[in-house]
């Protein structure tokens, strides 16, 4: 293997791009004295290299860094924001000012630890937050010191700049897992969209529970006995009622502003083909890009022709009907058959594809007051549990949803239940 080659393209890139950025080298940059009333201008008094940085910020802002991740914090702004301000803050601007925006860039993603020339430079956040400037100073060496009236605000700082044992969080977590899971899981249990089923295993015994078991029946202190493996929900959406206030009705409706419950964005891998029987163009499409893959897809008129691959059969023309073997190699090079034989058509490029999920309207009529057993449904803080039990089994009965891909339409046929209705 070549001197500097790790084995896969993706590391060999990104060694090639950290060595063309600087990425490590040690460096010492001349700082100001900020006790002079006389010093010289920093950097960040002349110019700033906004454009590469903006360039960064945007990348950044679709990859959180681990230290980041420690808790949530609202608003909180770009790490690489905070660390060319702070180098730009400290350095000494060179004599010819046009040269400020590119001396802090040149060493923006340098080492400043190990040569210390930053050690001197104290950096004092009076509202901290979640730590950005904090954490930003102490990477390039700088001393720090950070103050919120929010005890949380202190708190997350003060665990993402902890010294800590990988080994001893670990554990810690696995214990806290071992103890509330059990516990919890039950309610997270479901189908998956796609036909997958969990399952249920009594620990103790290593026997597989049947279909009919039911984890919620479990007494919590017996939980931890039980394994489960399989589907979960991710995501649990909430809508009021409101009860029909006419004498005798109570009838329940729910309280939204529109139907559209979630849009996403995906991107799948596309390559451009023309079917070998009609010769009419569309796109194969690597992966099926659904939110709900379990329930009605509508295809608006916007979205251009395409084909799911499949893996054991190729690709069906979406125009047609004609089925042609397909082959997707371990380089994610796609081979098909086309008018002339096998064909290589490269490795694709990423294609976007907006998604809305969408309530049928079928749920958004609500349900009567009385259940078919003549016991009202209960839902609100003052029913009992057996009641809103009851009501929320009722409401997932019927609940239907519908995805639409591509621009959302004023409105929306169901191709299910051929039920048309608006999406505003």
């Known amino acids: 293997m070549p001197p500097g080659k790790t084995g896969t393209k993706k590391q060999d890139v990104a060694e090639e791009i950290a060595r063309a950025v600087g990425a490590g ?113 102490a990477r390039l060496g700088m001393q720090v010191w950070g103050t919120d009236l929010n005890p949380v605000a202190w708190f997350i700082v003060k665990n993402e700049l902890a010294k800590v044992s990988v080994d001893e969080v670990n554990a810690l977590l696995e214990d806290i897992e071992a103890e509330v899971k059990p516990q919890i899981i039950p309610s997270y ?55 029909c206030q006419v004498t005798g009705c109570g009838h329940r409706t729910p309280v939204m502003s529109s139907p559209v419950m979630a849009v996403k964005t ?11 029987a ?27 022709p395409f084909a799911v691959l499949d893996k054991k059969s190729g690709v069906t023309c979406p125009h047609c009907g004609d089925t042609r073997p397909a082959r997707l190699d371990e380089d994610r090079v ?13 490795k694709g490029k990423n294609k976007k594809i907006e998604l809305s999920l969408l309530v049928h309207p079928q749920w958004l009529a609500g349900a009567p007051k009385v259940g078919p057993d003549g016991n009202e449904y209960g839902g609100s803080a003052t029913d009992s549990p057996e009641a809103t039990a009851a009501w929320n089994r009722e409401r997932a009965r019927c609940m239907r949803l ?15 239940t051929k039920v048309t209705f608006s999406t505003e």
């Open 278 to 304: 009609c010769g009419k163009a569309f796109d194969i499409e690597e992966d099926e890009a659904r939110m709900a893959p379990g329930v009605p897809l509508v295809i608006a008129e916007t979205e251009a």
């Open 25 to 137: 080298r040690p460096v010492a940059i001349e700082t100001v004295d900020f006790n002079d009333p006389a010093r010289p201008k920093t950097c960040l008094e002349v110019d700033f290299p906004i454009v590469p940085v903006n360039h960064v910020a945007i990348i950044e802002g679709n990859a959180g860094k681990p230290i980041y991740q420690m808790s949530k914090w609202w608003a909180r702004r770009r790490s690489s924001v905070f660390r060319s301000t702070l180098l730009a803050a400290s350095m000494k601007a060179p004599a010819d000012p046009a040269q400020a925006a590119k001396a802090v860039w040149d060493v923006y993603y340098a080492d400043h630890q190990k040569k210390g020339a930053l050690r001197n430079v104290k950096v004092a956040d009076i509202f901290m937050g979640g730590g950005t400037t904090v954490v930003e100073a």
């Open 266 to 276: 995906i991107a799948v891998k596309v390559w451009e083909d023309r079917c070998r």
């Open 334 to 346: 796609l081979t098909i058959d086309g008018p002339r034989g096998m064909t290589k058509l490269g």
């Open 189 to 243: 249990v479901c189908d998956c969209p796609r036909g997958n089923k969990g399952r249920w295993t009594n620990v103790p015994s290593g026997r597989v529970m049947d279909t009919s078991f039911d984890a919620l029946t479990v007494p919590r202190e017996e939980r931890s006995q039980y394994r489960y493996d399989g589907p979960e929900i991710i995501y649990a959406f909430w809508a009021k009622h409101g009860p």
């Open 402 to 416: 519908v995805e639409v891909r591509g621009a959302l339409p004023p409105e929306v046929t169901c191709p299910e």
